[in-house]
Each structure stands twice: as C-alpha cells, then as structure tokens.
C-alpha cells in the first residue's frame, strides 16, 4: 500500500511537472505571437545613446514570421535606403552608397546592428525563443504595477543560441512581455531589454517604448519607439528578395 501510494505521488509530481512546463511555453508563444504577428508592418525610430553622443534613425519594418524580415532606413540622410534583410538563419545589407549587397558572414553576427545595442543574431533569433529553448515558471511577481509571470530559458542542447539563459517578465492575462533579461553562459548578466508606454495598434496593446539597456557599458542604451503597426498586411516570401532589397521603399 505504502509503495502504491508513493508510485501515485511520483507520477502526479511527474504530471504538475510536465503540465507548468507547457503552460511556460504556452505563455511565452502567447506573448511572441501577440507582439510580432505574422504578416507584419511597423515603422519605428531607434535611438542610439552613447555618453559622447545620441543619434536617431527612422525606418520602415516588413516582417512574415518566423522565417522573414526586411529593414529600410529612412532617416537620417546620409544612411537613407539602407535595407537589411533576414531569411531564415541569413542576413543581407544592402548599402546604397558602394551599390553592393554584402552577406553577413557567421563571424560577424554578433557584431552590433546600425550601431545600436542589438547584433544581427538578434534579427536572426528573434522568434527562437520559443523553439531554442525550455521554459519554465519560477513564479510571480510585480513590473510597473502588472503581476507577471516570471519566466526561466534555458536552451535547448542543440540549438545554436549565444545566450546561457534568459528571463521573460510576462503580464497575466494580457501577455505583455515587459522586462527580458539575457545571461551568458557564465550566470552573468548581459543586457536588459524593457517594455512600456502600451498603445493599440491594429486593434492589438503592446508596449510602443522599448529600452535595450546593456549592463557593462554605463550611460549607454537603444530605444525603440513604435509609431505604426499593422499585423495583417498582405506579404509572401518573394517580397523578400535580394532584388527587392534596392527597389522596396
């Protein structure tokens, strides 16, 4: 009887166990999906602020998830028309000035994207958190006044990620991702990545301000700031071409 009751114990641990697994990874799809949609459009300003100087850059965003994504840079002048595409794990610049498209070799993926805080592996990885790693439920907590779901990554054995772990601050029913933490594989923390200021776009809330904040470089961060958004534009994967990287406006 004894050993009868501890075998149902084991197996409803086992259960609850398996259960808040799929419930973390559900709500970290809720939250991906509710953010990036599928058929997307957006125009954005990103702020670059460095101790010496700030600078600004207007563009336009078409994205079909998860494979897809092009960039056009409208402002400031002298960068105008420089367009970065995404398809799959690749990454192409076109750069007006030298009329050349130049793939971005494997090498340089972690290097910085338009100066800013983000790297182009994060363009490639953007929607890999749901499929790269394991996710679980650490517990509940507070963000700027919203309970959130605490969410621990860690990634899968076979997946070709550069972070040790990840943390995802998650809002409870609106499934809002508010605050992201990335970890190298070493525990120690990298950047911070903050959500607010949440606006309706296309009949969808999400956080309109964005703060990549990374931790060792003091008085240094990226803002992005959404103007427009619209998920459910017309896009197939021909719109995103190396040809239409010089003619896409």
Known sequence: MKRRFIAILILSTLCVLSLCAQDAKEIVKKANDLLRGTHTYSEISMTIVKPEWTRTISMKSWSLEPDYALVYISEPARDKGSVTLKRKNEVWNWVPSIQRIIKIPPSMMLQSWMGSDFTNDDLVRQSSIVDDYTHS???????????????????????????????????????????????????????????????????????AHWEM?????????????????????????????????????
């Open 137 to 207: 439920i650490l517990g509940e907590e507070t963000y700027e006044g919203m309970k959130c779901w605490k969410i621990q990554l860690i990634p899968k054995p076979e997946a070709g990620v550069v972070w040790g772990k990840i943390y995802l601050w998650i809002s409870k029913g609106s499934y809002l991702e508010l605050k992201t933490e990335y970890y190298d594989e070493d525990g120690n923390l990298q950047k911070s990545f903050f959500g607010s200021d949440v606006k309706t776009f296309d009949g969808r809330s999400i956080p």
């Open 213 to 249: 904040i990374p931790s060792n470089k003091p008085g240094q961060k990226t803002v992005l700031d959404y103007h427009e958004m619209k998920f459910s534009i017309n896009l197939d994967a021909a719109f995103f071409s190396e040809q239409n990287m010089k003619r896409v406006r």
